[in-house]
């Protein structure tokens, strides 16, 4: 059994589980009324970016409200799945939420934030709550924690730095920032295979190298080079491969197969030379779970890829929701905080609406699905009604 965070319908954030247990809710959809009923409009708290705590005994989300003419601030929540705790760490205005990480302890969130037209990455711990700190700001802006915690790795572009910076940041103590030497390459999140640090960086020609380096950007080794946007996304569990694709065009245009490169030894394997959306790697190391844009169908495809090789295996077509679709397009942040394979690797959750004859069956509010990749042929099952929907990191 797998525990699921979604949310409904009403916006509000529901646990179930791989058992198709009666979904439990976490929040409630209480009405916030401003003045006397039929004048000023009523207004709701919603719920977006469910994420479990480390430890599973928590979730974090943003909870916003908003009303038929304005938008109120984002508050940053932890909920305890008893569903009696809610504990705000944060209340932030004038801004849109975008993504949230917990710290590797649980100790701290970082907060990616939309002001405008720049993102902001911030900071609230536990110890202080309601304290936001400001780590970064810029456009694009991706970061990932190091494995112990002590450091941010943020890859920041900006309006005065048009090649952007890559950063080592202590934001939990006072230890000096150590910027990399060489300008990032087209943008993707630092990840920290095998307790590395690999991210792109650019090369003399323009393209974008994929190099593996020690936490402080010291003994660089690249391990290939390619051109346009990259996703690198790390083997679980400390194995020290990654998976790596590019989209040779740029962001909005699919990426173009999957790459496997062994940090270590350079040694590299195609996967899969399908053109694909996003890609992610199962909790056990093996297999690859990719979307593929069918345009003839008017879809997206999901298959699979086992590492030892062999064919890919179909799973299924969808037609997504927004937050899924937004999901996938910065897959290679979320899939390191968002998990959408169960930690057995048997089970992977999507939101969406059925899709065949070339278009989507809007006759019915989305679903959460909930596809066996045991059973390919078998039609995914319905978990609950909503629009995105993530793993817990254990059972």
Request: net charge negative.
């Amino acid at each position: 059994m797998s525990r699921v965070a979604f949310v409904g319908l009403d916006r509000q954030i529901y646990v179930t589980d791989t058992t198709l247990a009666e979904p439990v809710p976490l929040t409630a959809p209480v009405p916030r009324a401003g003045g006397a009923w039929g004048v000023s409009p009523r207004s709701q708290e919603t719920w977006s970016w469910p994420t479990w705590s480390p430890d599973d005994a928590w979730i974090a989300g943003f909870a916003v409200e908003g009303s038929d003419t304005e938008t109120g601030p984002a508050r940053v929540v932890a909920l305890s799945l008893d569903g009696v705790r809610q504990v705000e760490w944060a209340h932030i205005p004038n801004v849109s939420p975008i993504y949230l990480q917990w710290h590797p302890t649980g100790d701290a969130l970082s907060i990616l934030l939309q002001q405008g037209t720049d993102l902001t990455l911030s900071l609230v711990r536990k110890e202080r709550i309601g304290q936001v700190r400001p780590l970064e700001q810029g456009v694009p802006l991706f970061f990932n924690w190091s494995p112990d915690g002590a450091r941010v790795l943020i890859h920041v572009g900006g309006k005065d730095d048009p090649n952007g910076r890559l950063v080592l940041r202590d934001p939990l103590g006072d230890d000096e920032d150590i910027l990399y030497d060489r300008s990032p390459g087209s943008f993707c999140a630092p990840v920290f295979p095998a307790g590395r640090a690999v991210m792109a960086l650019r090369a003399d020609d323009g393209s974008s190298e994929v190099v593996v380096s020690d936490m402080d950007g010291g003994n660089p080794t690249t391990l290939l080079a390619r051109r346009g946007l990259l996703a690198v996304v790390p083997a679980p569990n400390g194995a020290p491969w990654v998976a790596v694709s590019a989209a040779p065009r740029g962001e909005g245009s699919p990426y173009q197969g999957i790459e496997l490169v062994h940090i270590e030894t350079g040694e590299t394997r195609t996967l899969s030379v399908s053109d694909c959306l996003a890609f992610f790697w199962s909790p056990k190391g093996d297999y690859l779970l990719y979307a593929v844009v069918d345009s003839e169908a008017n879809c997206l495809l999901w298959n699979m890829v086992y590492v030892e090789g062999g064919p890919s295996i179909p799973l299924g077509s969808f037609w997504p929701t927004r937050d899924i679709l937004f999901y996938l397009h910065f897959f290679d942040q979320y899939a390191q905080s968002h998990p959408i394979i169960s930690h057995d690797g048997r089970h992977v959750v999507f939101a969406g609406y059925p899709a065949g004859g070339g278009q989507a069956d809007l006759s019915s509010p989305p679903r959460i699905f909930l596809k066996d990749v045991t059973d390919p042929d078998r039609p995914p099952e319905l978990l609950g009604r909503g629009s995105f929907a993530v793993f817990a990191n254990k059972a």
